[in-house]
């Protein structure tokens, strides 16, 4: 059989076939995607490619305590450079009159102290807070990739988006073309460079380090083509959302209990 | 090490500016080749008299910048040594990979058609030229054509319009393209905006106006040489109208983000009013905007009124604002665009950086450099005029004084 990218297999695949998927496309809201997704999923599992991997990240922000445990994990395995996060996690808290405060003190390798009394005295008592827990998307149309003028940003055939460190000018068109602050040039090697899910060590079969240690199982790692999987029945199971959906980038990181105010 | 001061909650990676003053440079630069060459087209491609003592120097004007156009680029790369992949291994998605192609068209055309200009003036000087080494390289300059005849002049120009009507395409390609390197990015709501390529082209050709009048005014002021009036007049004329449709598509690009208020607005109404407020605001869009166009408005208006000396002065002094107007509107765009946070919850402070690869001083150097390039070829070609304002000393000895030095003109076919 001629080997089918994603897209492809996606577009005939998917619902009533393409007409469906097209229209998808075009008035492409979080569900669809996700709708899209399901059905490669269940398709894909049946027969047709079954060894086929595309990985998926979710991050369920209603497990995440804020421990900072996986952002000095990925610290830790991928030598990530002071001042530079491949993963973060951000807390917003809640003050009467609909005031959110957001923080992320060193990204939270350090966790999270209580809100500041000063912040208190300006903004109230503080009623409700929540983290989310932050990486790059791996997005299906990604603007990185996109924009990158000497094609060093790339697509693996798992989905996942890469940087070819020995190919980058450090020229960090991608840096702002991304929408969600993953990328930075690391200032020793003059590169882009970001989250990886860990491909070194998720081609292997094991799991992202920051999925590893994560206390609370707020994050699922796994291949999103295979429908037994547990991400796969996580995302049919629960109201899933992605970031900044509006701009179309089509994140493949999802969320579970994101809400409205986080960009 | 730069210093980043960072309000609100700015995401983590972002805790710098990473594209700094050269890249404010980098469009500034380009910017003026393609104003400059507008100029030099008029006069050689659309017959624009008025125009004729400054088409020479216009053509100079930008080649000279364009040669140093990627020297901003260079120095901002993290690592500069692999420049080249942008040639070698382009990614037809993106509109930066264009570049090197856009480019490199681009200063080849320039090339030629200085080369066709100038023919007649390095057939002269190879053979009348004061010493034989400069003899030899006009001779190589020349690449051994010396025919001048007046049908050999006729095809030259021919050549040349040709040229011109892939150059004026070309220059605004490559301007309006730099727009869309910033325009496309719609990560980035001060930069997306399909007006991005239009306002970039527009404040280009004002710049590269501005920077003719300028230079022409300001050199011949110090050799001592008269100002041909009704030159400055007709640039002051170019200039006036470019400024206006430059300014009020900026204006209605602000307008229009403040009326469709996107949830984005909030953060850019912010930028503006704050972080922006003395660049643009009191720069670009009041003093830099307001004082030049009712300066030039008057000018020409008053034409008659006025004597040349007050008007030359007038344009000299709206000219000079329109190019800081210019710099203002690179840096806004380039520098602002990267002053607030995608959490849109959050600004950074940018302190400029003197010393240091991508710093103030480097930015001068660079600057400079088209300036010491064009001082270079004024030894070589006459920056202004025809053979007739040869300084005495680059001719050999005991040419008759009355010889015919003029060269048949190749008449514009009008
Ligand atoms: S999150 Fe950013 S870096 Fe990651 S794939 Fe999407 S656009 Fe690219
Ligand atoms: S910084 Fe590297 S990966 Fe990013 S766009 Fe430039 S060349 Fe491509």
């Given at each position: 059989m001629k080997k089918m990218n994603r897209r492809e297999f996606l577009t005939k695949t998917v619902g009533t076939g393409v007409k469906t998927f097209v229209f998808g496309n075009l008035v492409c809201t979080t569900a669809e995607l996700l709708q899209d997704k399901k059905s490669f999923a269940n398709s894909a599992s049946k027969k047709e490619e079954p060894e086929k991997v595309i990985?998926?990240?979710?991050?369920d922000t209603r497990k995440c305590i804020g421990c900072g445990s996986c952002v000095r994990a990925d610290k830790a395995e991928n030598g990530v450079p002071e001042g530079f996060f491949?993963?973060?996690?951000?807390?917003?808290?809640?003050?009467p009159n609909g005031r959110v405060l957001v923080d992320s003190p060193k990204g939270a390798e350090d966790g999270f102290w209580p809100v500041k009394e000063d912040k208190e005295r300006t903004l109230g008592k503080p009623y409700h807070h929540y983290?989310?827990?932050?990486?790059?998307?791996?997005?299906?149309d990604t603007p990185c990739i996109q924009v990158c003028p000497?094609?060093?940003?790339?697509?693996?055939?798992?989905?996942?988006?890469?940087?070819?460190?020995?190919?980058?000018?450090?020229?960090?068109?991608c840096v702002q073309a991304c929408p969600f602050g993953t990328r930075y040039i690391n200032p020793e090697k003059g590169v882009a460079d970001k989250c990886t899910w860990c491909y070194h060590r998720t081609t292997q079969g094991l799991k992202p380090a920051c999925v590893e240690v994560c206390p609370v199982k707020a994050r699922i790692f796994g291949n999103i083509s295979d429908s037994e999987s547990e991400i796969s029945k996580l995302l049919r199971d629960n109201r899933v959302q992605v970031l900044k959906s509006y701009l179309g980038t089509r994140p493949k990181t999802r969320y579970i209990g994101l809400d409205s105010g986080v960009i | 090490m730069h210093h980043y001061f960072v309000e609100g909650f700015v995401l983590p990676n972002q805790n710098q500016i990473w594209w700094t003053i050269l890249i404010v440079l980098y469009p500034y630069i380009t910017g003026i080749v393609a104003g400059a060459f507008i100029i030099s087209s008029l006069y050689h491609v659309f017959n624009k008299e008025d125009l004729k003592p400054v088409s020479r120097f216009s053509l100079l004007m930008a080649f000279a910048f364009l040669l140093f156009a990627t020297c901003p680029l260079l120095g901002h790369l993290g690592r500069p040594e692999r420049a080249l992949n942008i040639m070698l291994t382009p990614n037809p998605t993106s509109a930066m990979a264009g570049f090197g192609f856009i480019y490199a068209t681009y200063l080849i055309i320039l090339a030629i058609e200085i080369w066709l200009v100038y023919r007649p003036d390095i057939v002269y000087l190879s053979k009348h030229s004061s010493s034989m080494l400069l003899r030899k390289l006009y001779w190589l300059l020349s690449l051994g054509v010396d025919n001048v005849s007046k049908s050999s002049l006729e095809s030259d120009h021919k050549v040349m319009i040709f040229l011109a009507s892939i150059g004026i395409p070309a220059a605004c390609t490559l301007h309006g393209y730099v727009g869309f390197i910033f325009g496309a990015i719609k990560?980035?709501?001060?930069?997306?905006?399909?007006?991005?390529?239009?306002?970039?082209?527009?404040?280009?050709?004002?710049?590269?106006i501005a920077m003719v009048l300028v230079c022409y005014q300001a050199i011949h002021y110090l050799k001592g040489r008269a100002i041909d009036s009704q030159c400055t007049q007709a640039l002051m004329?170019?200039?006036?109208?470019?400024?206006?449709?430059?300014?009020?598509?900026?204006?209605?690009?602000?307008?229009?983000h403040a009326y469709m208020a996107n949830e984005d607005w909030e953060v850019l109404h912010e930028l503006v009013m704050t972080k922006l407020f003395v660049s643009y605001v009191v720069i670009q869009m009041l003093v830099c905007s307001v004082i030049p166009i009712g300066l030039l408005g008057a000018a020409i208006i008053f034409r008659k009124r006025l004597s040349d000396r007050i008007r030359n002065a007038m344009g000299f002094l709206s000219a000079m604002l329109l190019l800081i107007q210019v710099l203002a509107?690179?840096?806004?765009?380039?520098?602002?665009?990267?002053?607030?946070?995608k959490s849109f919850r959050g600004f950074l402070r940018f302190d400029v950086e003197v010393f240091g690869r991508e710093g103030l001083l480097v930015a001068f150097a660079i600057f400079l450099m088209p300036f010491i390039t064009l001082g270079i070829f004024a030894r070589l070609l006459p920056l202004w005029g025809p053979i007739e304002t040869y300084p005495k000393k680059w001719l050999r000895k005991g040419l008759p004084e009355k010889q015919n030095l003029t060269f048949p003109e190749p008449a514009h076919p009008s």
């Open positions: 990985f998926g990240f979710l991050v491949r993963t973060w996690v951000e807390r917003y808290t809640f003050f983290f989310v827990p932050k990486l790059c998307n791996h997005c299906i000497v094609g060093a940003s790339f697509e693996t055939k798992e989905g996942v988006i890469l940087i070819d460190q020995k190919r980058c000018v450090g020229c960090a068109y | 990560a980035n709501p001060w930069w997306s905006s399909p007006m991005m390529p239009v306002i970039f082209l527009l404040s280009a050709i004002v710049s590269g004329g170019y200039l006036w109208l470019f400024a206006i449709i430059d300014v009020a598509i900026e204006l209605l690009e602000i307008i229009n509107m690179r840096w806004n765009v380039v520098i602002g665009g990267q002053m607030f946070s």
